[in-house]
């Protein structure tokens, strides 16, 4: 006797699951191809150490050189490797940036949590998030980094700062529309204890718009590290970051044209492809909006 798992009615049920990658990829191919260009920038940051030698080291007669089978990017006005130095960069960038969404959004979702449930809580931290979102986020920061001093950490806590404001009203503004279901409202009648009406029948509404969020908050963050590194009001000047690379090359720009277009050309595919991989992700967990554009 043919077992029912082998006969030809089940076969047709368990093909589409041979393509189940295919399909998602061809469903979702800007989510796909800024998660690709993302994986390949942090697997490259974190292996830096093992194939993109040193980017500290200067040697004076190799001032300037293009682009070579030796230096894949040339080198910058003190003889030191862009390659390694742009690599390094990365590490930096996307250090600040996934710090920077993961703080963020951690604060922001407790503040937006109380901020919607509680009415008197909502007053006070509503009107503190509109004081912090007056401040312009790059004045913050090089205030900040001007009293406090450079370094990755305070860089980090310079950027969360604006960007905390941002996601407690984004959380606040579900947390308002679920406060009154009837879900929520039956686990209230039912004596359930605050914590878990909280974290079980509120929390996950937050979590799509949530993580969708925190991508764009990550782009955010690379571009305002680059921004103040360009000023000089970012990490240690002898840290290699892309915004530093191009402030201290960009006098070279007409003979050495790499030196800049190196670090700007990683800063973009950075930036572009943590933006690609919010607005498919965005499109995964909302189809409707998929459906809309």
């Known amino acids: ?41 942090v697997l490259a940051a974190l292996a830096a150490p093992w194939f993109a030698g040193d980017p500290q080291t200067i040697n004076p007669i190799n001032r300037l050189k293009a682009p070579s089978l030796e230096f894949w990017l040339g080198t910058d006005h003190l003889g ?14 996307l250090q600040v940036g996934i710090f920077v969404a993961v703080v963020s959004i951690l604060i922001g979702t407790v503040l937006g ?27 913050l920061a090089i205030a900040l980094v001007a009293l406090m001093g450079a370094s990755v950490s305070i860089v980090i806590l310079a950027i969360v700062l604006p960007e905390i404001p941002r996601v407690v009203r984004l959380v606040r503004s579900v947390v308002l529309s679920v406060r ?31 993580i969708v969020q925190a991508t764009y908050i990550c782009a955010a963050a690379i571009i305002v590290e680059s921004a103040l590194s360009f000023l000089g009001a970012g ?18 720009l007409p003979r050495a044209p790499w030196t800049v277009f190196a670090p700007g050309i990683a800063l973009a595919l950075v930036v572009l492809s943590v933006n690609l991989f919010g607005d498919g992700l965005r499109d995964w967990l909302d189809p409707r909006a998929a459906r809309r554009g």
């Open 1 to 41: 006797m043919t077992s029912a798992v082998n006969s030809p009615a089940n076969a047709g049920l368990a093909q589409p699951s041979k393509w189940s990658a295919w399909l998602f990829m061809r469903r979702n191919p800007t989510m796909v191809v800024g998660g690709g260009l993302l994986l390949l920038m």
């Open 80 to 93: 030191r490797d862009v390659f390694a130095r742009v690599i390094y960069g990365a590490r930096v960038s």
């Open 113 to 139: 949590l109380l901020a919607g449930y509680f009415r008197q809580v909502d007053a006070v931290v509503t009107r503190l998030m509109d004081g912090m979102m007056a401040i312009p986020a790059i004045l």
């Open 180 to 210: 009154e279901a009837p879900y929520v409202e039956a686990a209230r009648a039912g004596g359930t204890r605050l914590h878990v009406i909280l974290g079980r029948h509120i929390l996950p509404s937050t979590m799509a718009p949530l």
């Open 235 to 252: 990490v240690p000047p002898e840290t290699p970051t892309w915004g530093s690379m191009i402030a201290q090359s960009r006098q070279y």
